[in-house]
């Protein structure tokens, strides 16, 4: 690593890492979602939802979605987990200007039913 390339988050990336995109979808919406995963910190990961998406209107802190995650290693390139909506934090003014940011959290050992998963 070079000094151009430090690190500038101040916490260590974890096992998030493997995961580049998420996809679900949530009762009462439309459309099932994909969304590209920003791991901000070592404690989460978030998509970013633009402000006016219908999305916004059907999810909930605390909401527990299957939700298929897309992997970064071709050889494993999905599975299918239990996820809880820790935050929505419409970001106004930062990197993500424009859009709400919806904090997930991978709930561990608890991969979803694939079968549920794609009905819902």
Not at 89 to 104: N, W
């Amino acid at each position: 690593m070079t000094s151009n390339d430090i690190e500038k988050r101040s916490e260590l990336r974890t096992e998030i890492d493997q995961y580049y995109s998420v996809e679900f979808s949530v009762p009462g919406a439309t459309f099932a979602y994909q969304f590209k995963i920003w791991n901000l910190s070592s404690k989460g990961i978030c998509v970013a939802v633009k402000n006016d998406s219908d999305l916004l209107k059907h999810l909930n802190v605390g909401e527990v979605l299957n939700m298929k995650y897309y992997s970064t290693d071709s050889s494993n390139p999905m599975v299918h987990l239990k996820t809880e909506v820790k935050h929505i934090t419409k970001d106004e003014q930062g990197q993500f200007k424009g859009h709400t940011l919806v904090g997930l959290s991978i709930l561990e050992n608890q991969p979803s039913d694939q079968k549920e998963a794609e009905t819902n």
